[in-house]
Structure formats: structure tokens, C-alpha cells
């Protein structure tokens, strides 16, 4: 693959990488771990760039997100589901 993209003049380079960033994720609890991970080093540069967030384990920025110095970000109230709501496979009607 590597090669055939060299052959039609696309850039093509390597890097090194601690072996934990390149493993593949393939069960739920390793994306979990994954995100966690991507979600501390997002809010990391934030912190280290004048953000403050009231609670960064919380807090979800979006890396598309642009913020300023002085920035304070509050946590979001929990997400909650009504009563009897039902979500996923489950949440599928039958007609009666």
C-alpha cells in the first residue's frame, strides 16, 4: 500500500511511536481507554494555554474548538434519560 502511494507521488514518511499509541483498539473498554487518554491531552493543552475548567475530567472539548485565554469552562449537568425511556437495541417499538 505504502509503495503504491509512493508510485502515484503522494508523500509518504514514517515516525516512531510508543508501542500503547499504535496498538489497535478492539474491545470497548480499550476505546474507552483511548478516548480518555485523547480527551486528557486536548484539555491538557487548553489548561497549559489559560483555560480553566471547573472540572476537566468532565469536560469534552472538540478538537475543531477554538478558545481564548481566561476562558472558564463550567461542567455540564449529567445526562439523564427520562422515566421508562429506553435507548439502543431496545428502544425499538412493536406495533400493537
Request: a positive charge.
Amino acid at each position: 500500500m505504502i509503495g503504491q502511494l509512493a508510485g502515484m507521488g503522494h508523500r509518504v514518511g514514517a515516525l516512531r511511536a510508543p508501542s500503547h499509541e499504535t496498538q489497535g483498539r478492539q474491545r470497548r473498554w480499550q476505546l474507552a481507554l483511548a478516548e480518555r487518554e485523547f480527551r486528557n491531552r486536548t484539555n491538557r493543552h487548553w489548561l497549559l494555554n489559560g483555560v480553566t475548567m471547573l472540572d476537566p475530567r468532565q469536560t469534552f472539548i472538540d478538537v475543531t474548538v477554538q478558545l481564548g485565554r481566561d476562558v472558564t469552562i463550567y461542567p455540564a449537568p449529567p445526562c439523564t434519560a427520562p422515566p421508562r425511556s429506553a435507548t439502543g437495541a431496545t428502544s425499538a417499538r412493536t406495533s400493537s
